[in-house]
T-cell receptor
Framework: AQSVAQPEDQVNVAEGNPLTVKCTYS??????LFWYVQYPNRGLQFLLK??????LVKGSYGFEAEFNKSQTSFHLKKPSALVSDSALYFC????????????FGKGTTLSVSS | GAVVSQHPSWVICKSGTSVKIECRSL??????MFWYRQFPKQSLMLMAT?????????EQGVEKDKFLINHASLTLSTLTVTSAHPEDSSFYIC?????????????FGPGTRLTVL
C-alpha cells in the first residue's frame, strides 16, 4: 500500500538550534515529494518539493529537505529554528500522473521554545 | 501567485440541514480540484476529486449522496454536505493544481470549519 509516515507526533527544539522533522514514504515508482506547513485554523502553505535532480532542495522560510532514495526518506530540516516556526508540518507525496491528489502523512507538530 | 479561496471560512448549522462550501481559484483556471477533510490534530484525508464538466471521483468510503460535489466552472467547485450530522463536523479544505505544469505543487484554500450541532 502507498503510504507516507511521519514517525513523530511532536518535535520540540529550542530557538536557534537545528531542527529535523522526519518523513518516510512507501510508494512504488518515483513519486514527487512535498512539505507543507499549517498554522492553526489555516490552510496549508507550500514549503518545498522534490521532483528530480539535486537531492537537497531548499524552500521557503529557510527550510530544506534531503531526498534519500535508498532510505525512502525526505526529512525536513532547518539550521536554526525560530519560535515562529512552531506549527503543524505535513509531508506529502503524489504520483507523476497528472490530476492526482496528494497523499499526506499524519503531521508533526513542531514546537520551538524561546 | 496562484490563490485559492473558500467560503465560508466557518459555519455552524443544525443537524439535518445542508451546507454548501465554495472553492474558487482566483487567478487561474482549474479543471481539477480536490476536497479534503481534516479532523483535529489529524492528517488531511482526500474525499474526492472534482472535475469540471464531469462527475466527481470519490474516495472509497466517502458517501456520494452525502457529499455532493459540483464543478460548475473552471474557477468554482462546491461541496454540499447534505443532511449534516455532528459527526460531519470537521475542517474541509480544497486544493487545485495551478495550470503552469503538472509537476507543480497544489495550492490550498484556507479551509472551512463546519460545526454541526
Amino acid at each position: 500500500a502507498q503510504s507516507v509516515a511521519q514517525p513523530e507526533d511532536q518535535v520540540n527544539v529550542a530557538e536557534g538550534n537545528p531542527l529535523t522533522v522526519k518523513c518516510t514514504y512507501s510508494v512504488s515508482g518515483n513519486p514527487y515529494l512535498f512539505w507543507y506547513v499549517q498554522y492553526p485554523n489555516r490552510g496549508l502553505q507550500f514549503l518545498l518539493k522534490y521532483i528530480t535532480g539535486d537531492n537537497l532542495v531548499k524552500g521557503s522560510y529557510g527550510f530544506e529537505a534531503e531526498f534519500n532514495k535508498s532510505q525512502t526518506s525526505f526529512h525536513l530540516k532547518k539550521p536554526s529554528a525560530l519560535v515562529s516556526d512552531s506549527a503543524l508540518y505535513f509531508c506529502a507525496v503524489r504520483f507523476p500522473e497528472a490530476g492526482t491528489a496528494l497523499i499526506f502523512g499524519k503531521g508533526t507538530t513542531l514546537s520551538v521554545s524561546s | 501567485g496562484a490563490v485559492v479561496s473558500q467560503h465560508p471560512s466557518w459555519v455552524i448549522c443544525k443537524s439535518g440541514t445542508s451546507v454548501k462550501i465554495e472553492c474558487r481559484s482566483l487567478d487561474f483556471q482549474a479543471t481539477t480540484m480536490f476536497w479534503y477533510r481534516q479532523f483535529p490534530k489529524q492528517s488531511l484525508m482526500l474525499m474526492a476529486t472534482s472535475n469540471e464538466g464531469s462527475k466527481a471521483t470519490y474516495e472509497q468510503g466517502v458517501e456520494k449522496d452525502k457529499f455532493l460535489i459540483n464543478h460548475a466552472s473552471l474557477t468554482l467547485s462546491t461541496l454540499t454536505v447534505t443532511s449534516a450530522h455532528p459527526e460531519d463536523s470537521s475542517f474541509y479544505i480544497c486544493s487545485a493544481p495551478p495550470p503552469s505544469g503538472r509537476y507543480n505543487e497544489q495550492f490550498f484554500g484556507p479551509g472551512t470549519r463546519l460545526t454541526v450541532l
